[in-house]
């Protein structure tokens, strides 16, 4: 839950878990992120006048991801602002007050027909917040650097396909001639070890003379790396 007034925010999160939600309370968008940096969420309930980054520019970012619910609380209850709303991600939009049990039953009806619209969405990869965040299937988030997010999106345009490797080279370089080649390698390297490091394997493999490619299937041999 994202809202900058804290006694609102305490009251709204007590409430809810009384109704049975787990909360996590956030006083602006800035440690919203910081927070779905470490763990995945279902829902997100927000305000449209946060601090710094306001409510409709975190709908924007979260447009990709639809495995997540989102639900709009806040004073702004005019037409336009509600279709300006609904039209930037939310899957509904209450106006401040709302009872708490409208609050909670709008959650479980949101969460509902998220189940039954994408019941298999959260079990791909898929970069997210922009392309800076790594999800695998079971929910795990990884931050990414500059070059980690540039070689995985050139992979994951083209999912199951080799990507040669002067190809990812050129992108990673920015057109520049002193770009050392073996730092694709390392690059590579350093991404499965992150993963590693959570008991996660990089679904990234080096072809022979022939680049990487990214694909969750299985292999029948083992693959140089």
Avoid at 204 to 217: K, P, W
Wanted: include cysteine; charged fraction near 30%; charge should be negative.
């Amino acid at each position: 839950m994202i809202e900058d007034d804290p006694d609102l925010l305490e009251e709204l999160a007590a409430g809810l878990e009384e109704h049975g939600f787990r909360v996590i309370a956030c006083p602006s968008a800035e440690a919203f992120w910081r927070a779905s940096a470490q763990m995945e969420f279902d829902l997100v309930v927000l305000d449209v006048g946060l601090p710094g980054e306001d409510g409709y520019s975190v709908l924007r970012r979260l447009s990709d991801r639809m495995d997540i619910g989102k639900v709009m609380l806040t004073a702004r209850a005019l037409p336009a602002e509600q279709a300006l709303g609904l039209s930037s991600g939310a899957d509904a939009y209450l106006p401040k007050p709302t009872d708490l049990i409208v609050l909670a039953a709008t959650l479980r009806s949101v969460a509902r027909r998220m189940r039954n619209a994408a019941p298999t969405q959260a079990q791909t990869w898929r970069l997210a917040d922009g392309g800076w965040s790594l999800r695998a299937p079971d929910g795990q988030a990884f931050e990414l650097s500059g070059s980690e997010k540039i070689l995985l999106e050139s992979l994951m345009e083209r999912p199951g396909e080799a990507i040669a490797r002067d190809a990812l080279i050129e992108r990673l370089s920015d057109g520049t001639s002193d770009f050392d080649p073996h730092r694709l390698d390392v690059l590579v390297h350093r991404l499965r070890k992150k993963l590693s490091n959570r008991q996660l394997r990089l679904p990234v493999r080096a072809i022979y003379r022939g680049g990487f490619v990214f694909s969750t299937e299985e292999e029948t041999a083992p693959t140089p790396a």
